[in-house]
Each structure stands twice: as C-alpha cells, then as structure tokens.
C-alpha cells in the first residue's frame, strides 16, 4: 500500500475517532428542570457554587419542602409550595442574592415577619426572618450584603395573629419551626428559586 492511499484511509479514520465520542458527550440547559429538584428527599443538598447568584443564607443547603406540589405541613401553609424551606437555627445570617432594593419589610400572614428585595423584574422573598430588621424599605443592598437574620419559632404581640403551634402559642407565620421559606417572584409569578441557583 503506498504512502498516499495510506494517508486517504488514515485520515478519515482518525477523524472518525476524534469526532464521534464528542456526539455522546451531554449537553446541560441554562435552566434546570423543575421537577429534577421537587424531591421529598429531605436530606437533599443542593449545589449551589455556580451561580451568579448569592445563596440567601451561608452555610445552610439543606432542603426540607421543595417548590411545588407538597403535603401541608401545618394549618395555613399551602399545599402549593411557592418557595424552597431552608432549615437553619433562629440568628442565622441572611444575605441578599444579588444587589436590589429593599421593598418590604413587616409581618405578612403566613410567611409571618419578611423581608423583599426588589432587582429589575425579579423579586426575591424572605419568610420567617428575624422582626429585628437592620434592613428598611427603600435601602439598597449590594451581593452577599447582610440584611436579617432567620427568626424564631414563636413570636408575641402580633394583632389577631392566626397561627399557633401545638401549644397554642403564636407562631412567624405557618410554621413548624426555625427556617428560611426563600421565594422568588419573576414579573409577579412565582418561580423555582432553584433555577437561579446553577
């Protein structure tokens, strides 16, 4: 075989085998699937290292109810959950994801004592935090900036507060106990926080 009918079968094989496991290599969306990350795993760590995003509260990626569909865990939460629960002990640190506006912050229902942040179209909420707030409405916070602290099970002196726990002592909102319930809000509809976070 001479040396250039050896170069015409060589070539095309090599090419061949260069080029073929690259078509079986998996290619990843931007966005995840939602229904990838609606487990009842609550053991569930999510990793969080990629993202443009700052994760709402350093330290803490355990999940316990994932967006979605979910059993009510107590009177007055919804069996849609809207946001991701992150347990965490009462004092924990919270940050802002990403920098954005103050827009809220008071006692909200079921979501008990909150704190909203506000960056373009895209709102992110904090449920259950601390009523010690050193954040005020209009102030601007910038990424990884403090902004509260996760709150206490049991709170007192809220007006006509509906919710209780299994002692009948008022309670942060629907909850069972110390967590952050993390939302985020994208014109108005809420959306897996967990898309944010890849």
Do not use: C
Not at 82 to 103: E, H, N
């Amino acid at each position: 075989m001479s040396f250039k009918s050896l170069t015409q079968f060589s070539l095309p094989l090599i090419l061949i085998i260069i080029l073929i496991p690259t078509l079986f290599i998996p290619t990843f969306s931007s966005s995840l699937n939602i229904e990838k990350y609606n487990t009842d795993d609550s053991s569930a760590k999510f990793d969080i290292s990629s993202s443009v995003f700052k994760w709402p509260i350093p330290g803490y990626t355990r999940i316990s109810s994932y967006f979605g569909k979910r059993s009510t865990p107590t009177n007055g939460a919804s069996s849609y959950h809207q946001g991701i629960d992150i347990p965490a002990p009462f004092g924990t640190t919270l940050i802002a994801p990403y920098t954005s506006k103050v827009t809220f912050t008071g006692f909200k229902g079921s979501g008990g004592y909150t704190i909203t942040l506000m960056y373009n179209d895209i709102e992110f909420i904090y449920h259950h935090v601390s009523p010690e707030y050193i954040v005020k409405i209009g102030d601007l916070v910038t990424t990884g900036q403090v902004i509260g602290q996760v709150g206490p099970k049991n709170v007192y002196g809220i007006k006509n507060n509906p919710y209780k726990d299994s002692n009948g002592n008022p309670t942060n909102g629907a909850t069972t106990g110390s967590h952050l319930h993390f939302s985020i809000k994208k014109d108005g509809k809420a959306v897996n926080p967990l898309n944010y976070f890849i």
